[in-house]
């Protein structure tokens, strides 16, 4: 029995690991088997290129080499966590999959989403979520949700530029390959916007 694949996007702070909680709460209450993880990481050796990409002390690492760490976690990432779950019939929610790419080093760093493609080949060829989940609140009033920025961060520190066209790519991502890439409206509380991914899970019979 195949298992349910559900991710979330959206640019930092957006509450992706909030709704992820609500939406476990939910599964758990319903007795939907499911497993949490997340992108970069989710198993040690993923967890450890995690490390590599985010430490504010790699300044100078190329937008290439980060395109590749990101694929080469991902890799792993799905043979160790999100193909073995899925096959025995869970559910996987996963904080950032395979648009985060192609919004932040596609769109953001301005990498060719053709090359970001290949590199993901096989991310792309062996599991695709059945929803991805795009929680869309603009960069600067996600900062200011979560506080400002992780100084010790290499992404959230790329600057308001960056994670402008990030949203904006996002965006142009939505229209792209939609309906597989869904917007939800982060507007109200946190509780109004996890009943809005519910009720769009539920729909699309992602919750049962």
């Keep these: 029995m195949k298992g349910k694949f559900i991710a979330f996007e959206g640019c930092e702070g957006a509450g992706k690991s909030?709704?992820?909680?609500?939406?476990?709460?939910?599964?758990?209450?319903?007795?939907?088997?499911?497993?949490v993880t997340r992108e970069?990481?989710?198993?040690?050796?993923?967890?450890?290129?995690?490390?590599?990409?985010l430490d504010g002390k790699n300044a100078a690492m190329t937008d290439e080499c980060e395109a590749l760490l990101y694929a080469a976690a991902r890799?792993?990432?799905?043979?160790?966590?999100v193909l073995p779950a899925l096959g025995r019939g869970e559910t996987?929610?996963?904080?950032?999959?395979?648009?985060?790419?192609?919004?932040?080093?596609?769109?953001?760093r301005g990498l060719s989403l053709e090359f970001l493609r290949q590199i993901n080949a096989y991310a792309i060829a062996a599991c695709m979520p059945d929803c991805t989940l795009f929680l869309d609140i603009p960069p600067a009033r996600a900062f200011e949700r979560k506080h400002g920025r992780d100084?010790?961060?290499?992404?959230e520190t790329a600057g308001e530029a960056f994670h402008r066209r990030v949203y904006e790519g996002y965006h142009a991502l939505l229209g792209a390959y939609a309906p597989q890439l869904v917007a939800v409206d982060c507007s109200g509380t946190k509780y109004e916007t996890s009943a809005r991914i519910a009720a769009l899970l539920e729909a699309r019979g992602l919750l049962g």
Aim: include cysteine; aromatic fraction near 8%.
């Design 151 to 155: 100084e010790n961060d290499r992404i």
């Design 40 to 53: 970069p990481g989710g198993g040690p050796i993923s967890e450890a290129v995690r490390k590599i990409i």
């Design 75 to 81: 890799a792993q990432h799905l043979a160790d966590v």
């Design 18 to 35: 909030t709704q992820m909680r609500l939406l476990s709460e939910t599964m758990q209450k319903r007795g939907i088997a499911h497993v």
């Design 92 to 108: 996987v929610l996963c904080d950032r999959y395979i648009f985060s790419s192609f919004a932040y080093q596609g769109y953001g």
